[in-house]
């Protein structure tokens, strides 16, 4: 892709510009004198030399130099009021932290596995617990430790004491069933017994 160096109005700067950086050759060349070319303008727009329209030409050439298989940038054309030599001096400066990002979303595909399995061993740590403790409710007023299911929920209306087990009714016993995944007998006697076992009551 060759692209002709912006000019500037200042008669001085143009020809220190032209003198100083000589932007022909290859494109690797090209790409690493445009940079020495643009770090001029930058100067000279600090001090007033030229205007920030002219450096922003520097900066779309540089980009073009530097990216000549590019294009136009189409993240100017879709914001407006943003310069396409704004948008694709952002594209230049992104491209190496996207470069590093690549590499790091990989390793946290990889690691997405891993931490399922941690999660599931937690699950199952915080499930045998509740067991535990409801192992030995014996009065109604006992308590009783929420348990979750595969994917991780507590059933909504699970029974904060043995009482409230004892209490519930077929349909309530059925959705209970349901949210485990445990069958849903015809009884409700051998429902209450299927829950009770699942959540770790024993049962003379």
């Known amino acids: ?3 002709a160096p912006p000019h500037v109005a200042d008669a001085a700067a143009q020809a220190h510009l032209d ?12 790409a690493a004198r445009s940079s020495k ?4 303008a930058r100067t000279f727009h600090a001090n007033d030399i030229i205007t920030e329209s002219e450096l922003g030409e520097h900066e779309c050439f ?3 130099c530097a990216l000549p298989n590019a294009g136009p940038a189409a993240a100017a054309a879709a914001v407006p009021g943003v310069p396409p030599w704004f948008a694709q001096a952002m594209q230049l400066s992104l491209a190496p932290i996207q470069a590093q990002l690549q590499p790091m979303q990989a390793q946290l595909a990889q690691l997405q596995p891993m931490q399922e399995q941690l999660n599931n061993m937690e699950a199952w740590q915080l499930n045998s617990e ?12 006992d308590p009783l430790r929420g348990m979750t299911n595969a994917a991780g929920h507590m059933f909504p209306q699970f029974p904060n004491t043995l009482g409230e ?3 519930m009714n077929g349909v309530q016993m059925t959705a209970f ?6 069958g849903v007998p015809v009884s409700n006697e051998t429902k209450l017994y299927r829950i009770q076992k699942f959540i770790g009551m024993r049962i003379s």
Do not use: C, E, F, W
């Open 62 to 64: 540089h980009v073009a």
């Open 1 to 3: 892709m060759d692209v």
């Open 177 to 182: 069933l349901n949210h485990y995944g445990l």
């Open 165 to 167: 087990l004892l209490a």
């Open 130 to 141: 509740a067991r535990q403790l409801n192992s030995v409710a014996n009065y109604k007023s």
């Open 19 to 30: 003198t100083a950086v000589d932007v022909a050759g290859p494109a690797s060349v090209r």
């Open 37 to 40: 070319r643009l770090n001029i």
